[in-house]
């Protein structure tokens, strides 16, 4: 019998979190009696609309977080980035990748706007560790509201811990950048794997690493970025507070952050679980009830964001299946461009020169084209 491949492991793995997940989900409400969950979902009609409609506000936000990052001299339209970032938020929250699987496509995505590869893939990165940081931020500041509700110190402190230990985790992720993460971990598989596909790899990773330096050396953009990622979180909350509005239990604005700063926090934290499927609902129950939240307040709160994901997410499904055809995710991931060979991912020289040249980008921003 032939052993299964890592990646076959790894797929395997995250689909058995993916169905524990929502075993998870369904477990809960059976549990908390779904008559009463329908009878409020109901009571909300068209106010589930409204609530996937403002759940545009903080995707531009976090949109204009990662275009203002892009270098100017091959900055796309911010109708193309935001387009790229609404398919990529769907994939990471619809389908069962771990979270990295909507950041590849955003790479790819940007990419074919007519960013260089290597400064594609920076982007993301850089991206990313800005969200991270002011996700933590967020958290923070939920945690210090939380933390002053009578009978809420407990929930606070342990929430405070995991925090912390998030803290240490970016400070440590942000430093492996900068010290060359990509190519570091390139050479170690082709020590495993001494063959030419994962040499290709060792100098994709190079650019890439070199394209992230130099995104850190302007700290103007990144700062913008930084700040833009904030106000997404912040407006976030307001979601938060529309739903259970429209459910018939509303809450003040401080509760509302309280919830999505910590639920957030919680959904990152459980990558590995598709969706958080049971992990969003677990906590909503814990810092439901800490703010005074019934069950069926804050298993219908969960399921009203789920519903949301559904009507946002799945026309960006939608969108990217037609453009690449049926068999699209398989043929995707599949791709030798993408995963190990100088191309959309992990730009080479003989690709595109400005993208396996960092400094071409350092030089635009001399002449004031940055």
């Not at 091959?74 to 619809?94: E, H, K, Q, S």
């Not at 969003?280 to 810092?287: C, K, S, V």
């Not at 069950?295 to 789920?306: E, H, N």
Request: net charge positive; aromatic share 8%; proline share 5%.
């Amino acid at each position: 019998m032939k052993k299964p491949s890592r990646t076959q492991l790894v797929a395997a793995t995250t689909v058995g979190f993916w169905l524990l997940g929502i075993a998870g989900v369904i477990g809960l409400l059976v549990h908390h009696g779904l008559e009463d969950l329908r009878v409020g979902l109901a009571a909300a009609g068209w106010g589930l609309l409204a609530v996937g409609a403002y759940a545009v506000v903080p995707l531009t936000c976090h949109a204009i977080g990662w275009w203002v990052v892009i270098p100017r001299v091959f900055r796309p339209t911010l109708m193309r980035t935001l387009r790229a970032r609404w398919i990529g938020t769907a994939v990471n929250d619809l389908l069962p990748v771990a979270k990295i699987g909507g950041d590849l496509v955003r790479i790819r995505l940007i990419h074919q706007s007519g960013v260089p590869g290597a400064w594609a893939g920076a982007s993301v990165v850089a991206d990313i560790t800005a969200g991270i940081s002011t996700q933590l931020l967020f958290a923070s500041l939920g945690i210090v509201l939380l933390l002053q509700r009578p009978g809420a110190e407990e929930t606070g402190r342990s929430v405070a811990l995991a925090i912390g230990t998030f803290a240490v985790l970016i400070v440590g992720f942000y430093v492996a950048q900068r010290t060359g993460l990509f190519r570091g971990a390139a050479r170690a598989l082709e020590r495993i794997f001494p063959t030419d596909d994962a040499r290709s790899l060792t100098d994709g990773a190079g650019s890439l690493d070199a394209a992230i330096l130099e995104t850190y050396r302007r700290p103007g953009p990144f700062a913008a970025a930084a700040a833009w990622r904030f106000a997404g979180w912040l407006t976030g909350a307001g979601e938060v507070w529309l739903a259970l509005f429209v459910l018939g239990h509303p809450i003040g604005l401080g509760d509302a952050l309280i919830l999505e700063s910590l639920i957030q926090f919680v959904r990152n934290a459980a990558f590995l679980v598709p969706g958080a499927l049971g992990v969003q609902e677990g906590a909503f129950l814990i810092l439901g009830q800490a703010l005074g939240l019934g069950p069926d307040a804050s298993l219908a709160l969960s399921l009203v964001k789920r519903v949301r994901e559904l009507l946002l997410g799945l026309p960006a499904l939608a969108v990217l299946a037609s453009r690449k055809g049926p068999g699209w995710f398989v043929n995707f991931f599949r791709s030798r461009k993408l995963t190990n060979q100088p191309g959309p991912f992990l730009d080479g020289a003989a690709e595109d020169s400005i993208g396996a040249d960092p400094r071409s980008v350092a030089t635009a921003r001399r002449a004031g084209c940055d």
